[in-house]
């Protein structure tokens, strides 16, 4: 089936950069998603790759290789608020219209 | 610009009873998405309405329906609650089709 795939846990700490990957299986894709959710909060908007390449936000930069079907989210000078779940997200072909979610990568950074 | 908004942000409700969620987009945006998270199904998609019509519907019961009114607010209502139902329910808003979702706080059921 048409599936994001990612890490369930990640731990790195203060200061380290952390690189969290997605895989997708699917043939038909209309660009990768990042977002970030605090305990007990809702997700935030982080990313979103249309094409290939780097997407740099401040710390926070974003890759998609379509080619290898596979994309990451990089997050650099890890501080301890950066502790959250992170998720990719597609709009994938068969269900254009429906954000199909990975599983979440829960990220702990350590002092 | 103001946020999404949902209300209400918590509520606890019995088996066999209904809930009615709400959900106000941000200004100028026609899509409305309604998700369910639970810690063992991650997020799943509920359904999507587009300019009062439901467009897409996830892998729910007929229990789950929802509507969306002529000023982009949406409603999702749950009958006959389970157990199961209990979980974080959250409602995202975009201006089209596959274009940035933005979230909502979620309300937050639990059903006894």
């Known amino acids: 089936g048409q599936s994001l795939e990612q890490p369930s846990e990640v731990t790195a700490v203060e200061g380290a950069i952390v690189q969290i990957n997605c895989t997708y299986q699917?043939?038909?894709?209309?660009?990768l998603s990042w977002y970030q959710q605090h305990d007990g909060g809702a997700p935030t908007f982080l990313s979103y790759?249309?094409?290939?390449g780097l997407e740099e936000t401040g710390r926070f930069s974003s890759f998609l290789s379509r080619s290898d079907s596979y994309g990451y989210l990089l997050l650099q000078e890890l501080q301890m608020k950066d502790s959250a779940s992170y998720f990719c997200?597609?709009?994938?072909?068969?269900?254009?219209?429906?954000?199909?979610f990975g599983s979440g990568t829960q990220l702990t950074v350590l002092p | 610009k103001a946020g999404v908004t949902q209300t209400p942000r918590y509520l606890i409700k019995t088996r066999g009873q209904q809930v009615t969620l709400s959900c106000s987009p941000i200004?100028?945006?026609?899509?409305v998405s309604w998700y369910q998270q639970t810690p063992g199904q991650g997020l799943q998609f509920l359904f999507e309405y587009f300019s009062e019509t439901q467009r897409n519907k996830g892998n729910f019961p007929g229990r789950f329906s929802g509507r969306q009114f002529s000023n982009s607010r949406s409603e999702m209502n749950v009958s006959t609650l389970e157990l199961g139902d209990s979980a974080l329910y959250l409602c995202?808003?975009?201006?089209?089709?596959?274009?940035?979702?933005?979230f909502g706080p979620g309300t937050r059921l639990l059903v006894l």
């Open positions: 699917t043939s038909g894709f209309y660009g």
């Open positions: 997200a597609a709009y994938l072909s068969g269900s254009a219209r429906q954000l199909t």
């Open positions: 790759n249309a094409l290939d």
């Open positions: 995202a808003s975009s201006l089209g089709q596959r274009e940035t979702q933005y």
């Open positions: 200004s100028g945006h026609r899509s």
